[in-house]
């Protein structure tokens, strides 16, 4: 019983390191796409601003 219960323990800490390194994947990719989105924004400024 106490080995189901560490075994069950381990699966979830398995499992909880799993959801960690998604959140991360995740919040890095949008940290990413909003630099980009932001760095694209400001660049057709740029260019607008020097047309005119």
Known sequence: MVFDRK???????????????AVVFVLVRSVFVLTDVGFRVWDGQRHRYFEQ
């Open 7 to 21: 075994l069950g323990f381990w699966v979830l800490l398995d499992g909880l390191i799993w959801v960690e390194r």
